[in-house]
C-alpha cells in the first residue's frame, strides 16, 4: 500500500494484461498488489485478494479483449470482491473496452451490448472508469459514474514525429473518424484525406471513395482499432492505387484477431504501429508491427486522479517539432 495525498492507495492487476499493469505501476510509483486469479475446470472464475483493501481507493488494470467474457468476468468479481472487504473506492482502468462496436442498434432486434456491459460494470460496485480511446465517444454516456477516455494519440503522434517523414497525409478511413485524424494530423501539420466506404456485413469493407489528394503522399491511416485487418489492406491498396508513394498504419488497440497477421505480412503496407492495450501471443509477432507503449500516460493520469489534478495537460501538446513531448 502507497499513501499518496493523504490516501491509501492499492493497484492491481488481473490476468488479461499484466505487463502493462506492471508498467502503469512504475509510472506511478506503485508496487502491485497481490491478488490470485483462479480459473476452475468447469470455466467458473474465482478472485482472491491476499492483502487487506479496508478503507483504500484501489485501482484494477483489466482490458476486456479477447477472451472477452472471460476478463469481463474477472473484472466483474474483482469488484464484488473489493466492495465485500470494504475498499472506499473502485477504480476500473480498462484501457481496452470490449464490446464497444455494440453501440447501437444497427438493425432490428439487436442488443446495445456497450450499455449493457456499463451497466454490469456499476452494478458490481465500480465508482471510476479509465480508458483509452472508446470505439464511440458516446460509450461514455452509458455510464452514470465518472468515466475518463484518455486518448492514444500523443504515443502514436510522437512514433511518427521521431520518423521525420516527407510529405505526410494523415488518413481517415471512414468518415465517423474524421475528428481523430484531424487531431493527428494538427500533430505532424499535415493535411488530410478520407476514405469513403461501406460495410455490407461485420469485418467486410468496401473503398467507394478517397476524398482528398493522396499523390505522392507518405500515408497515415489512423484508426481506434484494427481487428481483421481487412479494412486497413483495403484501404491501402485504395491509396497506393491513387498514386500514394507509401502506405503507414497506426492504432491503438491491436485485436489482430483471425487472419490479420497474415493479411498484413502480405501487404503493401511499410509499417502497422498499435499500443499495448491488449497483450499480444508470440505469434501475433510480425516485423511489419511496431508496438509503443500507453503505461506512462495511464500511470501519470491515475496520479493525477488521485491528486485531484486536470487531466487536461496529459493531451496538450506544443507543436514546435523541437518541443514536441507532452506539455
Given at each position: 500500500m502507497a499513501i499518496i495525498d493523504g490516501k491509501k492507495i492499492k493497484l492491481f492487476s488481473l490476468s488479461a494484461n499484466r505487463a502493462l499493469a506492471q508498467e502503469i505501476a512504475e509510472a506511478c510509483g506503485l508496487a502491485l498488489a497481490n491478488c490470485d486469479v483462479v480459473h476452475f475446470a468447469d470455466g467458473e472464475i474465482n478472485v482472491s485478494i491476499n492483502e487487506t483493501v479496508r478503507g483504500c481507493d484501489v485501482f484494477v488494470v483489466q482490458p476486456t479483449s479477447a477472451p472477452a467474457n472471460d476478463h469481463l468476468m474477472e473484472?466483474?468479481?474483482?469488484?464484488?470482491?473489493?466492495?465485500?472487504?470494504?475498499?472506499?473506492?473502485?477504480?476500473?482502468?480498462?484501457?481496452?473496452?470490449?464490446?464497444?462496436?455494440?453501440?447501437?442498434?444497427?438493425?432490428?432486434?439487436?442488443p446495445i451490448t456497450a450499455k449493457l456491459v456499463a451497466d454490469l460494470i456499476q452494478a458490481a460496485g465500480a465508482n471510476r472508469v479509465i480508458t483509452l480511446d472508446l470505439h464511440a465517444a458516446q460509450i461514455q454516456g452509458f455510464f452514470n459514474i465518472p468515466i475518463d477516455n484518455f486518448m492514444g494519440l500523443p504515443?502514436?503522434?510522437?512514433?511518427?514525429?521521431?520518423?521525420?517523414?516527407?510529405?505526410?497525409?494523415?488518413?481517415?478511413?471512414?468518415?465517423?473518424?474524421?475528428?481523430?485524424?484531424?487531431?493527428?494530423?494538427?500533430?505532424?501539420?499535415?493535411?488530410?484525406?478520407?476514405?469513403?466506404?461501406r460495410r455490407p456485413e461485420p469485418n467486410k469493407a468496401e473503398?467507394?471513395?478517397?476524398?482528398?489528394?493522396?499523390?505522392?503522399?507518405?500515408?497515415?491511416?489512423?484508426?481506434?482499432?484494427?481487428?481483421?485487418?481487412?479494412?486497413?489492406?483495403?484501404?491501402?491498396?485504395?491509396?497506393?492505387?491513387?498514386?500514394?508513394?507509401?502506405?503507414?498504419a497506426c492504432a491503438t488497440h491491436g485485436v489482430l484477431s483471425g487472419p490479420a497477421i497474415q493479411r498484413i505480412n502480405d501487404s503493401q503496407i511499410v509499417e502497422v504501429v498499435i499500443t499495448n492495450t491488449i497483450a499480444q501471443a508470440p505469434e501475433k509477432e510480425s516485423p511489419k508491427i511496431r508496438i509503443c507503449s500507453v503505461g506512462s500516460i495511464l500511470?501519470?493520469?491515475?496520479?493525477?486522479?488521485?491528486?485531484?489534478?486536470?487531466?487536461?495537460?496529459?493531451?496538450?501538446?506544443?507543436?514546435?517539432?523541437?518541443?514536441?513531448?507532452l506539455l
Open positions: 473484472l466483474l468479481i474483482m469488484c464484488d470482491a473489493l466492495k465485500r472487504a470494504s475498499c472506499k473506492s473502485i477504480s476500473l482502468v480498462i484501457p481496452y473496452y470490449g464490446y464497444a462496436r455494440q453501440d447501437r442498434k444497427a438493425k432490428s432486434r439487436q504515443v502514436l503522434s510522437n512514433y511518427f514525429l521521431d520518423k521525420n517523414l516527407d510529405n505526410v497525409c494523415v488518413i481517415s478511413p471512414d468518415h465517423g473518424g474524421v475528428t481523430r485524424a484531424r487531431a493527428f494530423a494538427q500533430v505532424l501539420e499535415a493535411p488530410i484525406a478520407i476514405i469513403d466506404k473503398v467507394m471513395n478517397i476524398i482528398g489528394n493522396v499523390e505522392g503522399k507518405t500515408c497515415i491511416i489512423v484508426d481506434d482499432m484494427i481487428d481483421t485487418a481487412g479494412t486497413l489492406v483495403a484501404a491501402a491498396n485504395a491509396l497506393l492505387s491513387k498514386g500514394a508513394a507509401k502506405v503507414y500511470g501519470h493520469g491515475i496520479l493525477r486522479i488521485i491528486n485531484d489534478e486536470s487531466l487536461s495537460g496529459l493531451f496538450t501538446y506544443s507543436y514546435d517539432k523541437t518541443k514536441r513531448d
